[in-house]
């Protein structure tokens, strides 16, 4: 339409993302403890796989976490250890929203029936590496 002065830098989110470290089916034993940490995008029985933005961090950070974890099974039962876990409901993004929320490192996949955000660099190793050759060094 037309241009304008510079009004400074694009405002970018502040918060980290949590990303899945492992491949396989959400279980509600593990979003339970990682629901402490942040907003989930992600439900319980859904498909994730490694490098896949599963949330939202509520520090600054990156935080790599197993959202695939299954709870041991003993012989031994507890009757609080059978109450069932009560979680809330994941946030959904639509296209628009997920656009604004990725950052440089990210990408979007859109597929007819999910929308999804992961990592540019799918393993955690290699992102650590990239990170680490990314700090300028100090001489």
């Keep these: 339409d037309n241009y304008r002065e ?3 830098d694009i405002v970018t989110r502040r918060q980290g993302a949590m990303v899945s470290w492992e491949t396989g089916i959400v279980t509600a034993y593990a979003l339970r403890n990682a629901e402490e940490r942040g907003e989930l995008f992600v439900g319980a029985g ?3 796989y ?3 933005v599963v949330g939202e961090n509520s520090r600054s950070m990156d935080l790599d976490i197993n959202v695939c974890k299954k709870r041991h ?3 031994v039962r507890a009757v609080s250890a059978e109450e069932l876990v009560r979680l809330t409901p994941p946030r959904r993004m639509t296209l628009e929203e997920a656009i604004v929320w990725i950052t440089q490192d990210e990408l979007l996949e859109v597929t007819p029936e999910s929308i999804r955000i992961r ?3 799918l393993d955690r ?3 650590y590496r990239m990170k680490k050759s990314d ?5």
């Design 135 to 139: 700090r300028p060094t100090e001489n």
């Design 50 to 52: 490694t490098g896949q």
């Design 125 to 127: 190793q290699g992102r």
């Design 119 to 121: 990592k540019t660099v």
């Design 46 to 48: 859904e498909q994730v």
């Design 6 to 8: 510079y009004a400074g």
């Design 73 to 75: 099974l003993s012989n």
